[in-house]
């Protein structure tokens, strides 16, 4: 994987987790589909609709994927017994070697921070995990803002927590919401691409 470092220096970096730090998003997609599953939907949940959905705070993908395959789970329900699902394989995750690596680089000189569209204990316990807890003293969650990616809320939050202004920052990504919030929050960024 090569990253495309836009030119010029940066005052801080914000990494998006699932997709950009740890390759997560499979093991996302296997607890939604199991959970849609145990909850009785007859078919394959939308492999390529979920992929879409990147960056998208849990319960409103539960609510797309009703509305896709026109069931009525309660998505509250969803979320939690997907969440209970993942965390039953997260430690099998692995690291993104290129972005965690120019991420411990850069935090030698400069703030960095995780900006997530996950809920707050799954985030943490995720870079726990991962061993990646120490390397990130600003965490931003879905828990933390209104208004999830694609608004620009989760990366604003993160530069004000760093003490950085936004156009100072530089945001690393694998989903088109995220990419889209950090163009809203007028920052340069980084697309992580892990998938083929």
């Known amino acids: ?7 010029g220096n940066f005052d801080g970096y914000i990494f998006d987790l699932d997709g950009t730090l740890v390759d997560t998003m499979p093991l996302h997609y ?13 078919g394959v949940l939308d492999e390529r609709l ?5 960056g998208v705070p849990a319960t409103q ?26 965390a039953l394989h997260l430690a099998s995750a692995s690291l993104i070697g290129p972005v965690v690596d120019f991420a411990r680089q850069v935090a030698k000189t400069r703030p960095v921070s ?9 985030v943490l316990q995720t870079l726990e995990v991962k061993g990646l807890a120490s ?5 931003v969650t879905a828990n933390d803002v209104v208004h999830g990616k694609p608004a620009p809320d989760t990366f604003l939050l993160a ?10 920052c530089l945001v690393f990504e694998d ?8 163009e809203a929050a007028s920052m340069q960024w980084v697309r992580v691409v892990t998938q083929v």
């Open 1 to 7: 994987m090569h990253l495309k470092i836009p030119p």
């Open 30 to 42: 296997i607890a939604w589909r199991d959970t849609f599953q145990e909850f009785g939907l007859n």
């Open 50 to 54: 979920f992929y879409s959905l990147g």
């Open 61 to 86: 993908v539960a609510a797309i994927f009703n509305d896709h395959h026109e069931t009525d789970y309660d998505p509250a329900a969803l979320r939690d017994t997907k969440e209970l699902k993942f």
């Open 114 to 122: 995780v900006a997530s569209g996950g809920p707050r204990d799954l």
């Open 135 to 139: 390397l990130f003293p600003v965490v």
């Open 159 to 168: 530069a004000k927590r760093m003490g950085v202004s936004p156009a100072g």
């Open 175 to 182: 989903a088109e919401f995220g990419i889209q919030a950090a």
